[in-house]
């Protein structure tokens, strides 16, 4: 039988052992949350910078300046998860954009004009046979209008019918003229 000094020497060692039993539960909890927090933040949103790769192809002049025929080459991820990718062509001059930039990319096909620099015009052919435009003097938007459709009569926010025509042929004139190093599509008449 257990004597009465043992039982009372037990007695006063349970609370350290419950402590100690309650002290460890709770690390290894902490432990446990920590390590769930960690491998739920790296799994929530994918790491895909290797994915967003950007090639420049072109010269310098001697003043370290982007001269001649440029070409960017892009490839990326979009918002909704997809690859995406873009090829620009256009030309420098003392390290300004000048002439017609053709632009090709996820979501459509772009022709910008440049004086010194500045643009002057850009011209996007959108999907669903959708045209934009922008036109700017000394830099400062003057008109634009967006994804207005090229075929129908019925264009709210849009330019007249006939002034859309005409913004397709100069699209177009631009895109057959300039831009032969990307495969752009011509925009669609009705």
């Known amino acids: 039988m257990i004597s009465r000094e043992k039982i009372i020497k037990y007695l006063r060692v349970l ?3 419950l402590l100690g039993i309650i002290v460890f539960i709770g690390m290894v909890g902490i432990g446990a949350i920590f390590w769930l927090f960690i491998v739920l933040s790296l799994s929530e949103k994918p790491n895909n910078s290797d994915r967003d790769i950007a090639l420049h192809f072109g010269s310098y002049d001697t003043e370290h300046r982007r001269t001649g025929t440029w070409e960017i080459k892009s490839s990326y991820l979009l918002d909704n998860g997809n690859d995406g990718s873009s090829h620009i062509v256009g030309d ?11 632009i090709k990319d996820s979501y ?10 500045i643009l002057q015009e850009s011209l996007r052919f959108g999907w669903s046979n959708t045209i934009s435009y922008e036109r700017y003097e000394k830099g400062i938007m003057q008109e634009s209008f967006y994804s207005c ?19 397709t042929k100069r699209y177009n004139e631009l895109v057959e003229k ?3 190093k ?3 599509r011509f925009a669609i008449l009705p």
């Not at 420098?92 to 053709?102: A, P, Q, S």
């Not at 459709?149 to 913004?167: E, G, P, Q, S």
Request: net charge negative.
């Open 178 to 180: 300039h831009c032969t």
């Open 108 to 117: 459509g096909y772009e022709v910008q004009v440049y004086n010194e620099g």
């Open 92 to 102: 420098y001059e003392k390290g300004l954009r000048v002439g017609v930039w053709c």
């Open 15 to 17: 609370p350290d052992v």
């Open 149 to 167: 459709y090229i075929d129908r009569d019925n264009n709210k926010d849009c330019l007249t019918k006939a002034t859309l025509l005409n913004l």
């Open 182 to 184: 990307v495969a752009m």
